[in-house]
Every structure is written in structure tokens, then in C-alpha cells.
């Protein structure tokens, strides 16, 4: 087996009683985006704390090209880092900041000079080389940080929600410079976010945290489309959950009675299920229908609201059994006072729908 | 807001009458003491009856006076040296650290503020003299610094409290060791804090007289000191020319670190 660039190894941290991460173990090969994706307190920080060296784990061992980081202080690993907050030196000018890793490290002063250059014009700042931190922008600052963060060329970059300070329009565009960035450096970068469409937009692969373990990895359309665990399909993306209860698998599909009695078969089987078990069907919000077609199962729904958001319609629906439920077919599928009458069927392909354990 | 200030109506002059009382009865002492330097009469009769610069002319020409502001300037420097170099790895331990009794620790060493400065003094005398640090110049610096200690930490520790962590962190993860990060990103965004602590323990020594009275021996005498003593044995004018040359070294320190922090802090 080659050996895996950056090797995370049954990682444990606990503070006291409580442990935020259990025994993490991820490879990360060469050259990728991976994205640390969870809620607050989930351990995905702490993780990548630990890489960074601010945390020492209580367990367990983090390797660069086979070779542990632990025994190595923060500042030897020569890593690089963007910080959740503002951390560009305050009396420093953008170039100064840009350099000081440089600096540190005792660089001659032309190769200091070549590579601000080229670090400024890799975040496009190269006019505001002068100035000082306080007069840019919140997006500018974390432009400068990632410079700084690369000027040295780190084989691994570290990013910690570097846009969780950003309004939305913001966050869109500095998303697409990281992209571009990582595309143009090729630099191996894990990311840290709670919100689930930056992970989506980012990264080549996704680890789902929740309470002090990964979920889940893989692509961002594993995540979605073949979710492991309900935990994952509440995570990404939209979902709606309906009580069922599972009667039979045959071949990875099964089939199951909804609420109101509908039998629904052809369902994707996500672990084993006893007859008579009782579970929760998962299905996307945008992966209903409002027209019949062949192999599609049926659910009766009275509408409750129609709003219009853009590219899709959003239709709050309830079942016969009473529980509300999200649909977004796309705008153009019908106009709105088709859909508006209030008692109707809606559509699914079973085989984008998952059952889960209840 | 609950009292806006725009919105007290008569109050608002009320107010000024009362502030502007305040003022000038803190000021007018000082003020009448520097009227009094350039006063011609020797009984320091008000008003003087001519202008004359005789009074400066005789505390130049008089050596005790020099030494003794030598001394002083001498004295509140180390003070000051002492202070902010004591009072920063101090604030690091207040600010930073996470260990029982700090609150305590911090409680102490704030504690020459609140504490009456005469009960200081006399403790200070004693454990001094048996040390045999009584009318020394370190006697007179170690006494200083700690009642300055408390006008070195508040600034540095507030500056420091408004700096965020992360940006040493940064400063860490870049390649700079921690002592590194520090000295050449830490301190030079908390100068403003330093530089007022440097200042007020500089003053806080300068203009101290009651410890310095305790401390000081015939030779060693600091200009509050010299003071006190004139004024004891016979009232000269040249008192006053002298008191007019410690308030404007102090005024003139205080306009100095308030233009400088105008400039920082833009």
C-alpha cells in the first residue's frame, strides 16, 4: 500500500470528562480538499487544532509522509493556517504581514520581495501591499491571511470557518478564489465549517463530525445522494422523514407501509430491518414530483402553502396522517394555481428515497 | 440612553456650573502657585506686585535643587523600567493564565492603589531599615515600583485583554517561536498599553512624596522631598518655581502620551 500524504490515526482528545473527538482515523492524499463538516461541538475543530499543534490529543497520532507531527511544536510543522477570526499583525502593512513567515525563517530579502509579489497578486491585493490591516475589508483580511498562510509553501493548509465572518454575497466570492487557489497551488487543504453548502461547493471530499466522530466521508454527492445515516440526510441538504414500517427486503430493496397505508416498494435499504420494524423514510424535498410517471409510488397530500423562491417552487404539503412535509419542484414544471388546489397526489422514484431506523 | 445628555435641558447648565466649580477648584491651586513663581515679592503676596524670572534664576543657581530633580528623574525612570517590565509578564500571568488564586494575585497587586499610602510608607521604613535599604536609591526604585506596579498592570492588562490570541497563534503557525511571537507581534500591538504604563509609573514615582519622605536620607532627596523640606524651614518663592517645574514636566507627559495615542490609534 503507498503511503497516505497526510495520516490521521485514531486521534482521541478529551478534556476532563468529556471527549470531543473519539478515535478519529482519516487519510487525506496529496493535493486534496477536505472539508471537516458538522455542528458546534462536533470535534472537527478540535481535530484540526490538534494538526495544527495547538492541542495536544490525548491519543492517537497524526503523520506527514509517515513521519508523526506530535512531537513537533506549532511553529516546526510548517504549516499553514487561516483562523476563523481576523489574525493579520495589526501594526504590520499587507506586505509585511505577507512576508513575516518569510522573515522568520530568515529568507534573503530579494526571494522575500519575489514571493510577496507573487502571493499578493495570487490573492489579487497587490495594490494594497501598503496598507495596514485596519483599512481593509473583512473579505481582504482573510485574502491577505490565505497569502500569508502559503507564502512559505506549507504542504498542508489548514482553514478553521475562515468565512463564518463574511455576509453571504462575500463568502460566494472568496469561496470561488479558494477554489481557484487550490486549483493553481495545488496545495492540500482541510477545511473547517459548520455550514453545509460552503462544504458542498469546496471540497473534493467531506468527513460528517457528530459528537466526536466522522459519519460519514466521502464526495459531496456520497453525502447526499447515498446518505449512511439519517444523521447525514438531516445534515445535507433538505430532508423529509416519514414514519414507515418496513415489511420486507428482497435484493437491497425494500418495501414498506407509510402512515396511511400505502405500501411503497423498490425503497433503497440502508442495513438490515426486521419485519414489522418500525423506521423513518427519507426523501429529498426537491426528489418529489407533482406528475405521475411509470415505477413512481404515490403519496396524497393536501397543500398547505405555495411560495415562490426563484428557480424552485416551495409547497408545504401535509399527509393524510398529518405531518407536514417540503417539496420543491422547479418553477417552470407548472404554474401556481395548478398546484394550489388543495387535495392532490404527489410523486416519488423510490429509489431516491432512504429508509432509516426510526 | 437614560441620561442623554443632548436632552437635559436647564440641567445641562446646571451641569456645566457645577463641572466647571469642580475644575477650578482643582486647577486654581496650581494655577496660583505658577502666578506666585513669577511673582516679584518675596512674602508670595498675591497679586504679585511685578513680573520677574529671579525665583528660576536662583533654583538653577542652587546645586540641591538640580541634584535633588536628577534624583528624582533618576529614580522614576528606574521606577518606570522596573514597573512595565514587572507589570507585563504580570498582565500575561492575569490575562492569559488559568491558575487558582488569580483573582487573589490580582487583588494584591492592585492593592498599593487602594491601600493608604502613609500605612505603606511606615511598613516599608521598617522592613527597609533592616535591610539596611533606608535612603538608598534601590530602597527608594523597590518602594516606587510597587506602589507604580498597579499604574503599570491596568493599562498593559487591558491592552492585552483587547488583543486577540489568535493573531500570536497566527504568528506561531507562520514559523515564530512563542517567545518569538511575542516579542515581535504581541508587544508592538500592545504598545499603547506600555507606553501609558511606562508614563503613569514614571509619574506615579515623580510626584510621590509621602514614601519618598520615609526613604530619603540628607544625600538622597527626591524634588517633592526637597520641597516639603523648604517649605518647613523658610517660604521662598523659588518653592514655587520649582513646583511650576514638576507640574509642567507631568503636564507636559500627559500631553505627550495623549498625542501619541491619538497617533496609534490611527
Known amino acids: 500500500m503507498t503511503q497516505p500524504f497526510l495520516s490521521i490515526r485514531k486521534l482521541r482528545k478529551a478534556f476532563g470528562a468529556f471527549t470531543a473527538v473519539h478515535d478519529v482515523t482519516l487519510d487525506i492524499p496529496k493535493g486534496e480538499f477536505l472539508t471537516f463538516l458538522g455542528p458546534s461541538g462536533s470535534g472537527k475543530s478540535t481535530t484540526l487544532y490538534a494538526i495544527a499543534g495547538f492541542q495536544d490529543p490525548t491519543s492517537g497520532d497524526v503523520r506527514l509522509q509517515g513521519k508523526s507531527l506530535l512531537s513537533v511544536p506549532s511553529h516546526k510543522r510548517n504549516i499553514g493556517m487561516v483562523f476563523q477570526r481576523y489574525t493579520l499583525f495589526p501594526h504590520l502593512s499587507v506586505a509585511e504581514n505577507v512576508a513575516f513567515p518569510l522573515r522568520v525563517r530568515r529568507r534573503p530579502d530579494t526571494e522575500v520581495k519575489r514571493k510577496v509579489a507573487e502571493m499578493l497578486s495570487l490573492v489579487r491585493l497587490e495594490s494594497f501591499a501598503e496598507r495596514l490591516p485596519a483599512a481593509l475589508s473583512g473579505g481582504q483580511q482573510q485574502r491577505v491571511a490565505l497569502a500569508r498562510a502559503l507564502a512559505y509553501d506549507p504542504p498542508i493548509l489548514l482553514m478553521d470557518e475562515p468565512l463564518s465572518a463574511l455576509d453571504k454575497k462575500l463568502r460566494e466570492e472568496i469561496q470561488a478564489e479558494i477554489r481557484r487557489i487550490h486549483r493553481e497551488t495545488g496545495v492540500t487543504i482541510l477545511y473547517v465549517t459548520h455550514d453545509q453548502e460552503e462544504a458542498l461547493h469546496l471540497s473534493d471530499r467531506i468527513a460528517l463530525f457528530r459528537d466526536g466522530r466522522i459519519e460519514q466521508i466521502g464526495t459531496g454527492e456520497d453525502l447526499y445522494l447515498r446518505p449512511a445515516t439519517d444523521f447525514v440526510a438531516g445534515f445535507i441538504g433538505n430532508s423529509n422523514f416519514l414514519a414507515a414500517e418496513h415489511l420486507e427486503t428482497v435484493g437491497g430493496a425494500s418495501t414498506i407501509r407509510l402512515a396511511d397505508g400505502a405500501l411503497v416498494s423498490g425503497i433503497n435499504a440502508n442495513g438490515s430491518f426486521a419485519p414489522g420494524q418500525k423506521t423513518r423514510l427519507m426523501i429529498r424535498p426537491e426528489a418529489f414530483r407533482l406528475e405521475r410517471s411509470p415505477n413512481n409510488a404515490e403519496l396524497a397530500v393536501e397543500i398547505v402553502d405555495v411560495a415562490f423562491y426563484g428557480e424552485r417552487r416551495r409547497i408545504v404539503a401535509r399527509t393524510s396522517a398529518g405531518q407536514e412535509i417540503d417539496i420543491r419542484p422547479t418553477s417552470s414544471a407548472l404554474a401556481a394555481q395548478d398546484v394550489a388546489s388543495s387535495r392532490r397526489p404527489v410523486f416519488f422514484d423510490p429509489g431516491a428515497a432512504f429508509l432509516f431506523p426510526a | ?266
Open chain 2, 1 to 266: 440612553m437614560l441620561l442623554d445628555y443632548d436632552r437635559l435641558g436647564w440641567l445641562k447648565v446646571a451641569l456645566l456650573a457645577f463641572t466647571a466649580l469642580v475644575a477650578a477648584f482643582l486647577l486654581l491651586p496650581v494655577v496660583f502657585i505658577v502666578l506666585l513663581s513669577f511673582g516679584s515679592s518675596r512674602w508670595l503676596a498675591f497679586p504679585p506686585p511685578g513680573w520677574t524670572l529671579k525665583w528660576y534664576q536662583e533654583l538653577f543657581a542652587d546645586p540641591s535643587w538640580i541634584e535633588a530633580a536628577l534624583t528624582s528623574a533618576r529614580i522614576a525612570t528606574m521606577t518606570a523600567i522596573l514597573a512595565v517590565t514587572i507589570g507585563l509578564l504580570a498582565s500575561f500571568a492575569l490575562v492569559r493564565g488559568r491558575f487558582r488564586g488569580r483573582e487573589i494575585l490580582r487583588g494584591l497587586l492592585l492593592t498599593p492603589m487602594v491601600l493608604p499610602v502613609v500605612v505603606f510608607a511606615i511598613a516599608i521604613y521598617a522592613f527597609f531599615l533592616k535591610l539596611g535599604l533606608g535612603g538608598t536609591t534601590v530602597g527608594f526604585v523597590v518602594a516606587h515600583t510597587v506602589l507604580a506596579l498597579p499604574f503599570a498592570i491596568i493599562p498593559i492588562a487591558t491592552a492585552l485583554e483587547g488583543f486577540d490570541k489568535s493573531i500570536e497563534d497566527a504568528a506561531i503557525v507562520c514559523g515564530a517561536s512563542p517567545l518569538q511571537a511575542k516579542l515581535r507581534i504581541t508587544l508592538p500591538s500592545i504598545r499603547i498599553g506600555i507606553f501609558s504604563a511606562a508614563i503613569f509609573s514614571f509619574l506615579a514615582s515623580w510626584d510621590e512624596v509621602v514614601v519618598a519622605i520615609f526613604m530619603a536620607s540628607p544625600t538622597l532627596q527626591t524634588l517633592p522631598v526637597k520641597i516639603w523640606g523648604s517649605l518647613r524651614s523658610d517660604l521662598t518663592p523659588v518653592i514655587a518655581a520649582a513646583s511650576s517645574l514638576l507640574v509642567a514636566l507631568t503636564l507636559a507627559l500627559m500631553i505627550v502620551t495623549a498625542l501619541l495615542r491619538r497617533k496609534l490609534q490611527t
